[in-house]
Structure formats: C-alpha cells, structure tokens
Nanobody
Framework: QVQLVESGGGLVQAGGSLTLACAYSGNPYLINSRSWYRQAPVQQRELVAAITNDGRTRYAEFAEGRFSISRDHKNTVYLYMNNLRPEDTAVYYC????????????????WGQGTQVTVDS
C-alpha cells in the first residue's frame, strides 16, 4: 500500500510562486508514474503535470512555461509553480500508479488528500 501526503499549499498573491511537495510512504519503489492534478470549485479534476520514473514529463497547456514537476531520490515529487494566476486557485492532488502509462491514461490507483492553493488578485 502506498500513501501520499501533499504539503506546501497556501495563499499567494497573483504573480507569486509556490512549491508543492508530495511525500510517498509504503512501498514507493512500486510506483512508476506520479502526477499532480487540481480541482477548482464546480470544475472537473484536471491534470497539471506528470512524471515517470525515467524522467518523461507531461504538462497541461496552462502549466507549460509556468509550472515544473520533478522528483528527488527520496521519492518526493515537487510541483514548482511560478507566475500564479487567480484561475490557478484549486485543491491540488498528487497521484501515483504502478503503470507508467498512467501519465497518459490518467488512471491512477493512489491519491493524496489534496492541498489548497489560493491565488489572490
């Protein structure tokens, strides 16, 4: 079993930056894909960024050039968010799966509880 715990959310002014972290516990070495999703009020959950164990990344169009995903040797995955906009306000979730293809299918078995990001204009 894998547990995911997000941290780093908060309130930031438009144009500011935040870094989110997703820590994995259990047996994280089973995991081959990791992603960040977000869900704004009355909106569907959407992909923000994804990364595989071999370093392949995928970004949503709105994240290109502003957000960056990476992972460290301790299996923590980070989402670096720059030039934040009010429309980035959402609950951000990390997700993980055994299959690397989850980066493209969006079918993840493991999800965190989410962390709130609020961007004030």
């Amino acid at each position: 079993q894998v547990q995911l715990v997000e941290s780093g959310g908060g309130l930031v002014q438009a144009g500011g930056s935040l870094t989110l972290a997703c820590a994995y516990s259990g047996n994280p070495y089973l995991i081959n894909s990791r992603s960040w999703y977000r869900q704004a009020p009355v909106q569907q959950r959407e992909l923000v960024a994804a990364i595989t164990n071999d370093g392949r990344t995928r970004y949503a169009e709105f994240a290109e050039g502003r957000f960056s995903i990476s992972r460290d040797h301790k299996n923590t995955v980070y989402l670096y968010m720059n030039n934040l906009r009010p429309e980035d306000t959402a609950v951000y979730y990390c997700a993980a799966d055994v299959l690397s293809d989850a980066v493209y299918t969006g079918e993840y078995d493991y999800w965190g509880q989410g962390t709130q990001v609020t961007v004030d204009s």
